[in-house]
C-alpha cells in the first residue's frame, strides 16, 4: 500500500502520553490552521513515497521498545487507505494506536475509529492553545474503552 510521509520520530516521550513512541507524520493537509504545529507538512506535493510494509517492519523490528506508534501529520485521513492498512497491522500487537486529526468525531470514517485506541480530534485553534494536552481546548480526545 502507498504512502505519502513527511518523517518520523523513532522515540518520543510526548506524543502518547508517557508512552514510548514511534510517530509516523503523514504529508499533505487541506486545513490551514493559523498557528499549525507543522506547516512543512501541509503541502500534498513533497514527502516521501513509500509502502506500508516498510513501516510495519521498522515498527516490529523494535516492537520491544514501542508502547504506542503515532499517526500525524498533516493529515493521516487525507491518506484513509494507508492508515487503516497500518491500524490493522497494529491491532495484532501490544503497541497502542494513536491519531492526531483536523477532522471532527463525527467526520472520521467508523472503520478507522474502530482500529484506533486514542483519537484527538478537531482543527488546532491557536486562540483556544493549552499549552498542554489536547494542544486547543476544542479538540475531543476519544479513547477506547480500557486507554
Ligand atoms: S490539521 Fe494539523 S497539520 Fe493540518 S493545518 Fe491544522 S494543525 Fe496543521
Excluded at 86 to 110: A, V
Aim: charged share 25%; proline share 7%.
Amino acid at each position: 500500500m502507498q504512502i505519502t510521509v513527511g518523517g518520523f520520530t523513532d522515540l518520543s516521550t510526548i506524543d502518547a502520553g508517557e508512552l514510548l513512541a514511534f510517530s509516523v507524520f503523514f504529508q499533505g493537509c487541506k486545513k490551514r490552521c493559523p498557528g499549525c504545529h507543522n506547516p512543512d507538512l501541509q503541502p500534498f506535493a513533497g514527502g516521501l513515497k513509500m509502502d506500508t510494509q516498510a513501516i510495519k517492519e521498522r515498527i516490529w523490528r523494535n516492537r520491544d521498545w514501542y508502547e504506542a506508534v503515532v499517526f500525524v501529520g498533516g493529515e493521516p485521513l487525507e491518506q484513509p487507505e494507508a492508515l487503516e492498512d497500518l491500524l490493522e497491522f497494529l491491532r495484532g500487537t501490544n503497541m497502542q494506536s494513536w491519531l492526531y486529526t483536523g477532522y471532527e468525531p463525527n467526520e472520521i470514517p467508523p472503520q478507522i475509529k474502530e482500529l484506533v485506541d486514542v483519537i484527538v480530534a478537531g482543527p488546532f485553534r491557536d486562540d483556544l492553545k493549552t499549552g498542554g494536552f489536547p494542544a486547543s481546548s476544542n479538540q475531543t480526545v476519544l479513547r477506547r474503552q480500557g486507554n
